[in-house]
């Protein structure tokens, strides 16, 4: 089990690099430049015309390990890793649609909210339906109930079975769009996301090999994205895009249900949450009080990078630092938290 998940981050970290080489130029050649939001810190005006759908590095790398390392699984019936990919190459997929329209019309601008929104939840909604079907979910021996567990506290609770639909969507979408929230300076998304992955493929090991084709998804996209990051890491080559960020963000909830725990977001996705909330807090609290301000801008990392309260204005590569140190925090603290499960 140890050689397949140093195999599946080794040649996911391989092919991210090297596709990345091809791509970087491919797509300055072809003008795929990211528009910046006008409204955005004014020193990301500079940036305008950086490649973007950089996500493709580590989407690819994920494909092609899932389909090599995680093949003899496959053979065996364990589609576990398989089901993870197609959920968060949908989700790619509505962020390469966003991406494209952008790119399309030159703007900042591309599928509208609502767009995003139906198409988000209704994939949700059938992936749940997937896990629930393949044995993935516990279901509780109260009839008609799906089992929720609770980490730290090492127990479960019986939720009625469409009010666990209701909730997983919820945190799916939402998930989803706060991992895209969080790709808003250079290496932020992919250094907050690294201790996720790390985490939940140090679980893997940790509970065997009934869950080796998740850790073989988990070791490709820590590799991956390790890959990316030698092009995304201050002063990016390239930006993951929507295409990169909506695959990541559905990744790591995937990867939550899969393992049946999607409570441990709270403390894994806790970079995410709290860029969620400011963004959240900024508009409830604008249209309140009628034009005030809680941060300078939000979400949270633009409110540092301008000074926000204290008047210290946070480098990218501090940002870069900050986020995934916190990151890494929290995963360890997650991984203690459920590591007793089995």
Known sequence: MTIQLIAAFAIAFLVSVGFGAWLVPFLRKIKAGQAIKEIGPTWHQSKAGTPTMGGLMFILAAVIVCLTVGWKLMTEGDFSHIFVLVFALI???????DDFEKLKHKQNLGLTARQKFLLQLVVAIAFIYLIRRFGLLHMSAKQGCIDLYIPFVNKSVAVPELIYVVFAAFVIVGTVNAVNITDG???????????????YTALCFFWGRRYLGLGIFSAAITGGL??????????????????????????????????????????????????????????????????????????????LEMGG????????????????FISAVFAVISFFGVSGRF
């Open 226 to 303: 390790l890959g990316f990051l030698t092009y995304n890491f201050n002063p990016a080559k390239i930006f993951m895009g929507d295409t990169g960020s909506l695959f990541l963000g559905g990744a790591v909830v995937a990867m939550a249900f899969a393992y049946d725990m999607p409570l441990i977001l709270i403390t894994l996705g806790i970079v995410f949450l709290i860029e969620t909330l400011s963004d959240i807090i900024q508009v409830g609290y604008f249209k309140l009080s009628h034009g005030k301000r809680v941060f300078k801008m939000a979400p949270f990392h633009h409110h």
């Open 91 to 97: 989700y790619g997929a509505i962020g390469f649609l």
């Open 309 to 324: 309260w204290t008047g210290k204005k946070w480098k990218e590569k501090e940002l870069f630092a900050l986020y995934t």
């Open 185 to 199: 300076v250079d290496g932020l998304a992919t250094g907050t996301s690294l201790p996720v992955f790390l985490c």
